[in-house]
Nanobody
Framework: QLQFVESGGGLVQPGGSLRLTCTAP????????IAWFRQAPGKEREWISC????????TSASSVKGRFTISRDNTRSTVYLQMASLKLEDTAVYYC?????????????????????WGQGTQVTVSS
């Protein structure tokens, strides 16, 4: 049973950058593809990016492509989301999530209901 912990959120001005971190204390993530989602107030949870277990495959939503970069360090069991050129509309709670281990379809899933393990999220607020 994975329980993710997200960190790195905060208040940033438009055009600024943040790096989010996702870990699962007490667990290793080597066999899991990891996705990032976000949820803004009054909106549905939105898939934004995914990385497979090896780090060789990444997928991203068009809304963040070219601005957000997902990566992982399996030696540290950590997944990162580097966010740049932040916009007001990026304001949301950001979550990392995964499906079952060894699930090769994980990075082709976009629906939050398909993901089994979640964290509590970290708030990102973009404001001037």
């Amino acid at each position: 049973q994975l329980q993710f912990v997200e960190s790195g959120g905060g208040l940033v001005q438009p055009g600024g950058s943040l790096r989010l971190t996702c870990t699962a204390p007490g667990s290793t993530l080597d066999n899991y593809a990891i996705a990032w989602f976000r949820q803004a107030p009054g909106k549905e949870r939105e898939w934004i990016s995914c990385i497979d277990s090896s780090g060789g495959l990444t997928t991203s939503a068009s809304s963040v492509k070219g601005r957000f970069t997902i990566s992982r360090d399996n030696t540290r069991s950590t997944v990162y989301l580097q966010m740049a050129s932040l916009k007001l509309e990026d304001t949301a709670v950001y979550y990392c999530a995964s499906k079952a281990p060894f699930d090769r379809s994980a990075c082709w899933s976009r629906a939050s209901v398909d993901f089994v393990f979640w964290g509590q999220g970290t708030q990102v607020t973009v404001s001037s």
